[in-house]
């Protein structure tokens, strides 16, 4: 079993920046991939971004303001989040494939005054 639990959300001013962090703990053997997704009030949940191995890909919406990274030793991903506009305002899920099963965090709410 695999342990997701994100920290970092809160209010911010539209332009402003946040960085989200998502901990991972337990039975890691094999990090398959890790990333990051957003559910706004009555939308779907959508990709942000994702590592998996070497490669980082991001959604239109998170391309050139928002950046995922992952530090290895502390098995921990972070999302930092730069010139926020009230539309990314959105609950955000850490989700991380270990071994080939999928885990999903508690999520982390993010919201974004205009």
């Known amino acids: 079993q695999v342990q997701l639990v994100e920290s970092g959300g809160g209010l911010v001013q539209a332009g402003g920046s946040l960085r989200l962090s998502c901990a991972a703990s337990?039975?890691?053997?094999?990090?398959?991939?890790m990333g990051w997704y957003r559910q706004a009030p009555g939308k779907s949940r959508e990709l942000v971004a994702f590592?998996?191995?070497?490669?980082?890909v991001y959604a239109d919406s998170a391309k050139g303001r928002f950046t995922i990274s992952r530090d290895n030793a502390k098995n921990t991903l972070y999302l930092q989040m730069n010139s926020l506009k009230p539309e990314d305002a959105a609950v955000y899920y850490c989700?991380?494939?270990?071994?080939?099963?999928?885990?999903w965090g508690q999520g982390t709410q993010v919201t974004v005054s205009s």
């Open positions: 590592i998996s191995g070497g490669i980082t």
């Open positions: 989700n991380g494939v270990f071994s080939s099963v999928t885990y």
């Open positions: 337990g039975s890691i053997r094999s990090i398959n991939r």
